[in-house]
């Protein structure tokens, strides 16, 4: 298959040779202004040294741009991206950002990581490609691997505080990530990349440009690309191969629509998650931190029943047409697809197997009878989600007043369900995604553990204004949203809870102003309401897979997460250095938190975790091309405190004035690029301060220290080649060999047994780890056509 594969690329390109690659695309058009990088894929190919685009003229290396919006903004451009390994996700790509707490579960980008910023987590985010919301809707979890190849990535942006009015979140209580696709070349030609790296892993990427076809405004690109590797840890193997499809229509006068499409299939193995005391106990190959690599009889750790296949699609097609000199339209239909499931086994009794609240005799292991025990089966958790959406959003220039309004429209149904189904007799599963050798009852209905069902109907309304002052020297801005969300949950399993619903209808108001004293230093400030609903799994209760019995309530009625964010920022942006400060300050109301061990496969519910406050202040500074030099710094100081005791079994922990989880106090991180047009160099140190596990405080993961490197050299080829700007890049992750937890997978509530404040004795919990990879290294060759 590798083979093949190659040899089909290798062709393809060949045959395809006829021009030269895209340089960095066109800055793109945000909620919150036009990213202002200087690359431009409109551009001559000529005019830049890179077959992957890099220009040498972004600020810091691609690691900044000259924001000119009120609020805290970080963005990362191509000339960071594409030194980097070429398919690292967009956890990684943000890890220097300030704020941002990247921590990663292997080197590659194909096991998902944890990603906190400020303190807040992914789940409280909101994380949107071409205008479109990504996080799952079950428990609001993010995959960032899934999304996009590095090569297609024009430019990452990261809001640290909130979210703009048009931004299609019910999560971005901590702020909005936004992807960009490829913005196809008006040039002809296209890209290839092929890699090798560590632990057997190879990748290899194809893109072909059509150029603008004739005076039709029209043009696209198309790309493929593959990825397999082994696990630097413990058994397993991972592979991911996705197409992306990209395309422009120009109707003239200002006026464009652009199709972006993206498409992924990963099939992967998953990593063991240890505890504290296993990783001490075990280290990095320890048989306590891994799963087994053999089948023993009655065993539920082989690592070929923990597998975890997904597919998912992308459709956007953001359209901005421009009525006259002061209005303009943009329309934002969208589509998300995404299937897959999360391996586990178990071991039961077939005359008592769970289905909802009842007890069924069944055969489960396929032998037509209904007594044995001890069987082994296996239960995944299965996910199937399909949303459609749209965006209707209107600009009008008025005097000295830019007016926004519009509306966003979501429809969504997410099934997450738990059937039970056969085991082969080597301990794998028949049927590793759960669709066949499906375990029914004698009337032929499939048992489920569990079977949610929900549908979700959110609508919003936003109306806005920019008031330019002092020849625009002083700009504020005045807007509110208005949301009516309702999510009805259908329990698809014997229950006495059938269905529920849950609805809020929040108003988020938001003001915010920037005042330039001069061509080259500006203050801002801004203060923002934000919103984070209950994700679907609250609306059900679940069941234990031997009695039927409930193991969770459902909780439909807890009260939706509430954040107010306040900003007060600095930019000095002048001929040689650009730097942004801001001090900040959030507090949560009804913070909704999850304190369960999930290893592997579980999905938790919220609790309610009442009020959360925290105080900061965040940095970065960078340095235009210099000497061909361009430095990066960024620094961030983070106090957090609780500020309520979180209830557990019937009683309450005593929490208030503990710290955060995943909110370490202090972060930094140095970057240096060097680019000469033919030899290039990078590295990138990252220091994370100490991390709390457990909201009693009583375990944490020490701070750590991370170097990444980076070098290439480009070379020059005869025209008579058909091939242009060839490149060879060694990238070295973890450079200093550094065994560490990046980061705590699973949160608890205390890890050592507690008194509760009435006497109720909670027992410990231990939280999960993420181990990050050791020295890893990939070489990379580029060429454009």
Known sequence: MKTEFIATVLATAAAAAMAQTSPAADPQQTDIGRVSASGASNANPQDTPSATGVTRKEIAGGLMVDENVSKAKSS????????????????????????????????????????????????????????????????????????????????????????????????????????????PSKHPGGLLTMSVGTDNAWRVFLRGETGEIGDTGFRAFGSISQIETDHFRGPGHDRKQHLSLGAVQEWGGGSRSKLALTYSKIARDVYKNPTLAQWKADGMDGASTNYDATYTAGSLSYYRMLQNPWENLLLSVPTDLRVNDKLTLNVTPYLFYGFGGSGSAGTLNESSVGFGNTVQAVDLNGNGTTTDTGVTYYNPIIEKN??????????????????????????????????????????????????????????????????????????????????????????????VKKMWLERVGKNRVPSDVTRTEAQNDPLLPTAALRYKFDDVNSVFASATRGVRILPAGALYPRYSASTGAVTTQANPDQASEKSTAFELGYRYQGPLVSLSTSAFHYAFENRQISAQVCDPGCVSSPINGGKQRAFGLDFEAGL?????????????????????????????????????????????????????????????????????????????????????????????????????????????????????????????????????????TIAASQPSYLVANPVSAMLTFAVGF
């Open 76 to 183: 990362v451009t191509r000339d960071f991206i594409q030194k980097q390994q070429p398919s690292a996700d967009v956890f990684q790509l943000l890890k220097y950002s300030p704020g941002a707490n990247a921590a990663p579960s292997d080197a590659w980008g194909l096991s998902p990581g944890v990603l906190s910023v400020r303190g807040m987590d992914g789940g409280q985010m909101g994380f949107n490609f071409e205008g479109m919301p990504l996080s799952v809707a079950s428990n609001w979890s993010v995959f960032p691997g899934q999304y996009i190849d590095t090569e297609n990535t024009d430019v990452v942006t990261l809001n640290q505080g909130s979210a703009d009015l048009s931004s299609p979140d019910v999560t971005a209580t901590g702020g909005i990530v936004d992807l960009f696709l490829h913005t």
């Open 386 to 479: 399909l949303r459609t959406g749209i965006t209707v959003k209107g600009n009008y220039q008025l005097d000295n007043h830019a007016l926004v309004a519009g509306v966003w429209m979501q429809r969504s149904r997410d099934q997450l369900y738990r059937p039970y189904s056969l085991m082969n007799a080597d301990g794998t599963p028949v049927d590793v995604d759960g669709s066949s050798s499906l375990i029914r009852t004698a009337s032929g209905q499939v048992v489920n553990q569990w079977n949610q069902d929900t549908h979700d109907s959110f609508y919003s309304a936003f109306l806005g204004d920019t008031i330019s002052l002092m020849d625009d020297r002083l700009a504020i801005d005045l807007g």
């Open 624 to 760: 235009r091309p210099f000497m061909n030099f361009r430095p990066y710094a960024s620094l961030e100081f983070l106090k957090t405190r609780i500020e309520s005791d979180i209830p557990v079994s019937g009683d309450y922990l005593a929490t208030s004035g503990k710290q955060a989880v995943r909110a370490p106090k202090v972060q930094a991180a140095l970057a240096v690029d060097y680019d000469n047009g033919s030899f290039f160099g990078n590295l990138g140190w990252k220091y994370v301060g100490r991390q709390y596990a457990t909201f009693m405080n009583d375990q944490e993961i020490p701070a750590y220290t991370t170097l990444d490197l980076g070098m290439g050299y480009r070379f020059t080829l005869p025209p008579s080649s058909g091939f242009t700007k060839p490149e060879l890049r060694l990238n070295v992750m973890n450079a200093t060999d550094r065994h560490y937890l990046s980061g705590v997978n699973s949160v608890t509530t205390n890890a050592v047994a507690t008194t509760a404040i009435n006497g109720k």
